[in-house]
C-alpha cells in the first residue's frame, strides 16, 4: 500500500537558524512530521569599508552575486542603513542561486536576471562563466567565510571578482536531548553539520544506522552536495541527499527514501 504520508508521526530535526525556520516547519507539518526545530545558527549582518565602498558603488560592476537569502536580506539592510533602498540593485544584473534568494528579492520589488538551480557556488559559477564570454566584473555579495569555488571558477574563466562578506554565521551548539528524540536529521549548510558536532562530536558512520546517545536509528539527510562534503569530512555519511538543492526538494527526497524501506519485498 503506498504510504502518501510517510514521514507521519516522526520527529524530523530542523537545524536552521530560529528566524528563518517557520516557513520549513510549515513544510514540514503538512506532510505529517513533528518538526524538531534546534537552532545552531545566528545570522548577523557585517558592515565594514569593503561592503561600504562596494554598495556604493554597484553600478561599477556587470553582476550582482546573491548564493543565499541572508546575502540578499543582509546586503538590502546595510542599503537601507546608508540611506538608499533594494533599488539601488537595478543597476545591474543580478544573479542568485535558488527560488528562496530570488523571492527574497521579489518581495522588495527587485527581479533576477538568472536564478541558478545548481544549489552550490561551484554550479553557479560555471553557468555565469558561459553566459558572459567577454571580462566582467562581478561582485558577490555573501558569508564572510564562503567557499572559494565560485569566485575561482569566476577568475579562472577571466572574468575580475570582488567578494564581499555582507553577513557572518556564527554557530550555537545543538541541544543533544533535542537532537536524541529525533528520528530524522535534515542538514541545510555545511554550518548546521558544525552546528550539530559543536554538542554532538560523536561521529555517526553508518549510513541507514546512525545512532543516537540513546541507540535509537536516525535517518540523515543533506540538502545538497557541498553539504553532503562537509558530512562526509566529518565522517558522517548521510542516507539522502536531495536534488536540487532546495527545502522542499530535501523533504521530498526524505519521503522517497522512507517509501522504499518500507516497500514490501518482491519475489
Same mark, same amino acid.
Given at each position: 500500500?503506498?504510504?502518501?504520508?510517510?514521514?507521519?508521526? #516522526?520527529? =524530523?530535526?530542523?537545524?536552521?537558524?530560529?528566524?528563518?525556520?517557520?516557513?520549513?516547519?510549515?513544510?514540514?507539518?503538512? *506532510?505529517?512530521?513533528?518538526?524538531?526545530? &534546534?537552532? =545552531?545558527? *545566528?545570522?548577523?549582518?557585517?558592515?565594514?569599508?569593503?561592503?561600504?565602498?562596494?554598495? %556604493?558603488?554597484?553600478?561599477?560592476?556587470?553582476? &550582482?552575486?546573491?548564493?543565499?537569502?541572508?546575502?540578499?536580506?543582509?546586503?538590502?539592510? @546595510?542599503?537601507?542603513?546608508?540611506?538608499?533602498?533594494?533599488?539601488?540593485?537595478?543597476?545591474?544584473?543580478?544573479?542568485?542561486?535558488?527560488? +528562496?534568494?530570488?523571492?527574497? @528579492?521579489?518581495?522588495?520589488?527587485?527581479?533576477?536576471?538568472?536564478?541558478?538551480?545548481?544549489?552550490?557556488?561551484?554550479?553557479?559559477?560555471?553557468? @555565469?562563466?558561459?553566459?558572459?564570454? $567577454? #571580462?566582467?566584473?562581478?561582485?558577490?555579495?555573501?558569508? #564572510?567565510?564562503?567557499?572559494?569555488?565560485?569566485?575561482?571558477?569566476?577568475?579562472?574563466?577571466?572574468?575580475?571578482?570582488?567578494?564581499? %562578506? =555582507?553577513?557572518?554565521?556564527?554557530? =550555537?551548539?545543538? !541541544?543533544? #536531548?533535542?537532537? !536524541?528524540?529525533?528520528?530524522?536529521? /535534515?542538514?541545510?549548510?555545511?554550518?548546521?553539520?558544525?552546528?550539530?558536532?559543536?554538542?554532538?562530536?560523536?561521529?555517526?558512520?553508518?549510513?541507514? $544506522? $546512525? !545512532? !543516537?546517545?540513546?541507540? *535509537?536509528?536516525?535517518?540523515?539527510?543533506?540538502? %545538497?552536495?557541498?553539504?553532503?562534503?562537509? /558530512?562526509?569530512? +566529518?565522517? &558522517?555519511?548521510?542516507?539522502?541527499?536531495?536534488?536540487?538543492?532546495?527545502?522542499?526538494?530535501?523533504?521530498?527526497?526524505?519521503?522517497?527514501? @522512507?517509501?522504499?524501506?518500507?516497500?514490501? /519485498?518482491?519475489?
Amino acid at each position: 500500500m503506498f504510504d502518501d504520508q510517510p514521514l507521519r508521526g #516522526k520527529r =524530523v530535526a530542523l537545524f536552521r537558524a530560529e528566524d528563518q525556520a517557520a516557513t520549513s516547519e510549515a513544510l514540514l507539518r503538512e *506532510r505529517g512530521a513533528i518538526p524538531v526545530l &534546534i537552532p =545552531v545558527l *545566528r545570522i548577523e549582518t557585517l558592515s565594514s569599508s569593503e561592503s561600504t565602498a562596494a554598495l %556604493g558603488d554597484l553600478a561599477a560592476f556587470s553582476w &550582482i552575486v546573491f548564493t543565499s537569502k541572508n546575502g540578499a536580506d543582509s546586503a538590502i539592510e @546595510l542599503l537601507e542603513k546608508a540611506g538608499k533602498g533594494p533599488r539601488e540593485l537595478v543597476t545591474t544584473k543580478i544573479a542568485v542561486i535558488g527560488e +528562496a534568494t530570488a523571492k527574497a @528579492l521579489e518581495e522588495r520589488g527587485i527581479v533576477a536576471t538568472f536564478v541558478s538551480r545548481a544549489g552550490h557556488g561551484g554550479g553557479l559559477g560555471d553557468e @555565469l562563466a558561459k553566459k558572459e564570454r $567577454s #571580462k566582467s566584473r562581478f561582485l558577490l555579495l555573501r558569508a #564572510k567565510v564562503a567557499s572559494p569555488e565560485l569566485a575561482s571558477v569566476l577568475g579562472d574563466a577571466g572574468h575580475e571578482v570582488t567578494d564581499v %562578506g =555582507v553577513y557572518e554565521t556564527t554557530i =550555537v551548539p545543538a !541541544d543533544s #536531548k533535542l537532537v !536524541d528524540g529525533a528520528d530524522v536529521l /535534515l542538514f541545510t549548510s555545511p554550518s548546521t553539520v558544525r552546528g550539530y558536532l559543536a554538542s554532538n562530536p560523536q561521529k555517526l558512520h553508518s549510513t541507514g $544506522s $546512525s !545512532d !543516537d546517545t540513546a541507540g *535509537r536509528k536516525k535517518l540523515i539527510a543533506s540538502i %545538497g552536495p557541498v553539504t553532503t562534503r562537509a /558530512l562526509h569530512e +566529518a565522517d &558522517i555519511a548521510p542516507d539522502v541527499e536531495a536534488s536540487p538543492s532546495t527545502f522542499p526538494s530535501l523533504v521530498s527526497a526524505v519521503e522517497a527514501h @522512507l517509501r522504499r524501506m518500507n516497500a514490501p /519485498l518482491v519475489t
